[in-house]
């Protein structure tokens, strides 16, 4: 029996701890320059892609891995963020023009609507179930040091909260809303009461944070910094225990095994049945990780270019990765010849399965 890609399962999943991305099949026409972010439906095998070309992009992905491009939106700036709603019909782009748009995929071609603005760029957005609305509620936040709630049929926020500092990432799961700033504060909402802070932490990284990405189960959080490192947060101080930290994207120069060249870690995603997860970064890495094992499941071999977003699809039978600069080093590192594009990896059986617990000593 064939699996996903036409591959054979048993014979894509490799036998060690190294993965294979030979192949890896590549989304036909990417945008034209870095890509901020991508996002699967999850209703349906359809992809979002945000871009600097000002751009978000929506693909169907077949099960052989072809993929054709099937809508389109414009922003007046740079695209950061793209999301779904949870019934998969609409998507939000937002990002440089301090405005977020939602194309109705429903709406028989018609265009993208503004449904959000701030006073600076705005870096994520996501849809959240909040108490009392009557409808999808869209979270957005910005570079102007707040985070703010739309409903999607009214122009003006339903509510606005003010942060320590400039939004860098958010992520929202079930009642969970966590948001990374600026000087590393973390700031917990649970969405039975969304203007407030259930708490507000320092990222356990001493280092700038660069992704927050919420538990299947919305027990905590992992967080993912510039240098090279993840740590994995709950959110009630019962768990705290359990909290961690590891080291993860860092390579070894040539011959000088006592040093590390050490990149910012770009993306966590969860796998949607398993509850491990991945971890991307500037170094052109992903790798595969059982969280309650504390263990890596798979590593992969270096892909050409720093990955700057990935996601699971909503079965988590494909693993969409973006190659495109990521601005770590500048605007000088960026040229012409870097590539921009999306991969989709097959996600074989073994490749993210946690760790078989070991059973009771007799």
């Not at 209703?43 to 751009?55: C, G, R, T």
């Not at 414009?74 to 019909?89: F, I, N, P, Q, R």
């Not at 969280?291 to 693993?319: M, Q, W």
Request: charged letters at 20%.
């Amino acid at each position: 029996m064939s699996g996903l890609f036409g591959s054979s399962p048993a014979a894509s999943a490799a036998t060690n701890t190294q993965g294979d991305t030979s192949k890896d099949i590549q989304l036909n026409s990417p945008p034209e320059d870095s890509i901020s972010d991508i996002s699967f439906s999850p209703m349906s095998e359809h992809l979002a892609v945000a871009s600097w070309d000002k751009k978000v992009r929506i693909y169907e992905v077949s099960n052989t891995g072809q993929s054709e491009g099937r809508a389109a939106f414009e922003h007046e700036a740079a695209v950061l963020s793209c999301c779904w709603s949870k019934d998969g019909t609409k998507v939000v782009g937002a990002g440089a023009d301090k405005a977020a748009k939602l194309l109705d995929l429903q709406a028989n071609g018609a265009a993208a609507q503004q449904v959000a603005a701030h006073e600076q760029p705005i870096r994520a957005a996501r849809f959240v179930d909040v108490p009392g609305a009557n409808g999808p509620v869209l979270v957005t936040g910005s570079w102007d040091k707040t985070i703010k709630y739309w409903d999607l049929r009214t122009p003006n926020p339903i509510a606005t909260v003010d942060c320590q500092e400039r939004v860098y990432t958010l992520d929202a799961k079930g009642k969970l809303l966590v948001v990374g700033t600026a000087d590393r504060y973390i700031n917990v909402i649970n969405l039975d009461n969304p203007t407030k802070f259930y708490k507000t932490i320092q990222s356990p990284l001493k280092w700038q944070t660069r992704v927050v990405s919420c538990f299947n189960d919305a027990s905590g959080f992992g967080v993912g910094s510039i240098e090279g490192r993840c740590a994995m947060q709950y959110v009630e101080e019962k768990d705290a225990t359990m909290n961690f930290s590891f080291k993860c994207h860092r390579a070894s120069p040539p011959g000088q095994a006592n040093q590390s060249n050490v990149f910012s870690v770009n993306a966590i995603s969860w796998h949607p049945e398993h509850g491990t997860f991945s971890t991307a970064g500037s170094d052109g890495t992903f790798h595969f990780w059982d969280k309650d094992a504390k263990h890596r499941l798979k590593g992969y071999p270096e892909v050409g270019g720093t990955i700057s977003a990935t996601c699971f699809n909503r079965t988590g039978s494909i693993f969409a990765y973006a190659v495109s600069y990521d601005w770590s080093q500048g605007y000088s590192k960026n040229n012409p010849q870097y590539p921009n594009k999306v991969m989709l990896h097959a996600v074989a059986p073994d490749e993210c399965k946690p760790r078989p617990k070991p059973g009771p000593k007799r």
